[in-house]
């Protein structure tokens, strides 16, 4: 209070200050809560894509089909490889809502196809009922860009008093989309290093077992030439004269 006397400023005001000062820090304070809630993983300002991955397999003679709604101008990816199976290879096509065929491959071990979408249902379908014997393991990963664009601006209405922070919202919401989406590209190139690595696997799996069964197969070739041959070469020495008494 002595501070207070000496510059002339009544008491009643310096109060009335104090007061002010709690009052601001307060609205800083639910301001940054509102920012925090902005920035939630869940928060509809940062779905800018949507990945996933999906294996499964896929029997002989079967056809496998899968759907995928989609909004007006967003971007559909898939992505897919054969893991195993003989040939790895598999039939695959994309349908449009309208009915129409925007993708068909034949006997293609992976592929990448990226469409610009329509409101509707998408059908993807993986086909292997060109093969009578062999299942195969096929994994595809969907990559959907833009699909929760027209949530952007909702977060907005909830934020007041932006001009209160040194740093715009969005600011931080560019940084963020930014961050997330390095670490998406880093989630996508690692899924199909491991995919990658499923399939060269199954691959070294399947030919170590194909040089084990034709390695007994020239072992037992070997001991049979073998035994003919020990066969052959005693009857050459055998006396097969009958000597009379």
């Known amino acids: 209070m002595v501070g207070l006397a000496s510059s002339g400023i009544p008491r009643s ?7 002010g000062m709690g009052i601001e820090l307060w609205r800083r304070l639910l301001l940054s809560f509102s920012v925090l809630f902005v920035l939630l993983p869940g ?18 003679g079967r056809k496998e089909c899968f759907f995928q709604p989609m909004h007006n101008e967003a971007s559909l990816e898939i992505e897919y490889q054969v893991l195993d199976g003989a040939g790895l ?29 329509v409101d509707g249902d998408y059908m993807f379908c993986f086909d292997n009922t060109f093969s009578t014997i062999s299942e195969k393991v096929i ?24 001009d209160l922070l040194d740093m715009k919202l969005e600011d931080i919401l560019e940084s963020v989309n930014s961050v997330k989406s390095r670490l998406s590209k880093s989630i996508h190139i690692q899924t199909l290093l ?12 399947s030919n170590f077992d194909r040089v084990n069964f034709w390695s007994m197969v020239n072992l037992a070739i070997m001991v049979i030439v073998s035994a003919v041959q020990v066969y052959m070469l005693k009857s050459l020495f055998e006396d097969k004269t009958k000597t009379r008494t």
């Not at 949507?50 to 397999?57: M, P, V, Y």
């Open 194 to 205: 491991k995919a990658f690595e499923a399939r060269d696997r199954n691959i070294q799996e």
């Open 139 to 162: 994994f595809f990963e969907l990559i959907l860009d833009n699909a929760g664009e027209e949530d952007q601006e909702d977060w907005k209405k909830y934020v007041t008093g932006t």
């Open 43 to 60: 928060a509809p300002g940062f779905i800018s894509s949507l990945d996933s991955d999906f294996t499964f397999t896929l029997p002989a």
């Open 89 to 117: 290879d598999v039939d695959f096509y994309l349908i449009s809502p309208k009915g129409e065929t925007l993708v068909f491959e034949q006997r293609k071990s992976d592929g990448v196809h990226t469409v610009e979408t």
């Open 13 to 19: 005001l310096g109060l009335g200050c104090a007061e």
